[in-house]
């Protein structure tokens, strides 16, 4: 059976106000596993002004697997604060700020909520930027869209990724080198009732011959009214809009 959770939104927008987190855990099962790290950068105006950052004592051993993967081992813990007090500590910091994070949708908010619920019996609800969707569609020319691979491609180091204060830091640059490709690529998103064809057709069309106006038409994209420009691709040549990658439309040659 499914786990439900009141989480807060998944947002899809650019901001210059905002606190990036990240966890490291014991494993990848909310509710099995535990958290052994939590970290966050608050950002003001794009540019880090404060940082949150502590290891947590858990009630399990820390398999080597994971200790492979982040560094973290149970000697480091041992004297850790527990969970209640690393997320009282947390809870603080973030207030009701946006919180900003890569893949956190489907792991760090999930493992931060249930942990929420069960020593407070109450959730975290702040509304949330997953970076891992925003590189989906920001990026599609990536094979891959770990933060790693973002970070490099930005010529971002990755020196002390998967410890979570390093990991915030990176993906804060991230996030500011994505969010202007975000920007631009909502605005070329134009509502098709304000396709620039409809325009053409009521203002100009008095003053283009029949075959100009044809010639318009037939080379304009459908879904946002951008013009139609020929490439080639695997299977042969096709028509892609101009405005890709905000618009995707494609129709064979």
């Not at 989480?7 to 958290?35: H, S």
């Not at 770990?146 to 804060?172: P, W």
Request: aromatic share 10%; glycine share 8%.
């Amino acid at each position: 059976m499914a786990v439900v959770r009141n989480k807060g939104r998944r947002l899809n927008e650019y901001i210059k106000d905002y606190i990036v987190f990240d966890i490291e855990t014991t494993g990848f099962r909310p509710g099995l596993d535990e958290i052994i790290e939590i970290s966050a950068v608050k950002v003001e105006n794009s540019e880090i002004i404060d940082t949150y950052s502590t290891l947590v004592r858990p009630s399990i051993r820390i398999p080597a697997s994971a200790t492979r993967v982040n560094g973290i081992t149970n000697d480091m813990v041992s004297d850790a604060p527990e969970i209640r007090e690393a997320l009282e500590g947390f809870i603080d910091f973030v207030e009701t700020g946006i919180l900003v994070g890569h893949n956190i949708h489907s792991f760090d908010t999930n493992f931060i909520y249930d942990a929420a619920m069960e020593v407070f019996g109450e959730g975290i609800y702040n509304d949330y930027i997953d970076t891992l969707y925003m590189a989906k569609s920001c990026l599609p020319q990536l094979k891959h869209h770990k933060l790693g691979d973002i970070s490099e491609y930005f010529g971002i180091s990755t020196e002390g990724a998967h410890r979570a204060l390093n990991d915030c830091v990176m993906n804060q640059k991230c996030y500011e080198k994505m969010g202007p490709l975000l920007e631009v690529q909502m605005q070329q998103a134009v509502p098709k009732k304000k396709k620039p064809v409809q325009k053409i057709e009521k203002e100009q069309a008095g003053e283009m011959s029949a075959e100009q106006l044809w010639a318009v038409l037939e080379n304009s994209c459908p879904e946002c009214g951008g013009m139609l420009k020929k490439r080639k691709g695997r299977y042969g040549e096709f028509w892609g809009c101009q405005n890709y990658p905000g618009c995707r439309y494609t129709r064979k040659g």
